[in-house]
Structure formats: C-alpha cells, structure tokens
Nanobody, 121 residues
C-alpha cells in the first residue's frame, strides 16, 4: 500500500502546476486525503484536505488559488495550483487519513514520498 506524488517542477511566479497522488495496493475512496508541504528549514504544513464525500478545506495561504480534487476511478488525488508565488516553493506531500478529513499532520497515517515545487520570481 503506497501513495506516490508527482507533477512537481520549476515554474515562474503566476504560473500553474497540477500535482497528482496515485494510490496503489487498496482503494482510498473512503479515506480523507490531504496535501502538505515543507519548505527548507520549516515544519511540514497543511495545504489542502478532501473528505471521502468531497468536502474541501484549505490553508488560508492558498485559498482561492489551489484546488484539491479526487478521481476515485483512478484512485488519484490532485492539487491544482494556480497563481503560484515564490513562497509556495516546497516539497509537497500527499497523505491519507482514516478520519473524515483533517488539517492535522498527526492524523495522517500514510504518506507519499514528496514532489518538489519551485517557483521562481
């Protein structure tokens, strides 16, 4: 059972990226899913969460710019990131929680390996 995040890269400020998180080994359609990020020298922080029935939550810093979604048929969760800023530069991680949804890192029990997002000015 594992999660694999991909889709990161280098983008200019104001640009867009879409991250994907593919789950294998079992279905995660009844799990809450989340995206977190960790910048150098900083704690891993919550970015966006998605419940099994499509309720979403976002960190204030990304509201209106990022959108989390899922495709249960593909067992994949997405993070569409628009209007990127240099402060969005970080390694992004996807994670699964047995809870309905959560913004708390410790509630997540399965983590992907992370994908680097770098936003240049």
């Amino acid at each position: 059972v594992q999660l694999q995040a991909y889709g990161g890269g280098l983008v200019q400020a104001g640009g867009s990226l879409r991250l994907s998180c593919s789950a294998s080994g079992r279905t995660f359609r009844r799990n809450g899913m989340g995206w977190f990020r960790q910048a150098p020298g900083k704690e891993r922080e919550f970015v966006a969460g998605l419940s099994w029935n499509e309720d979403t939550s976002y960190a204030d810093s990304v509201k209106g710019r990022f959108t989390i979604s899922r495709d249960n048929a593909k067992n994949t969760v997405y993070l569409q990131m628009n209007s990127l800023k240099t402060e969005d530069t970080a390694v992004y991680f996807c994670a699964a929680t047995p809870n309905y949804s959560s913004s708390t890192k410790s509630d997540y029990i399965l983590w992907g390996q992370g994908t680097q997002v770098t936003v240049s000015s």
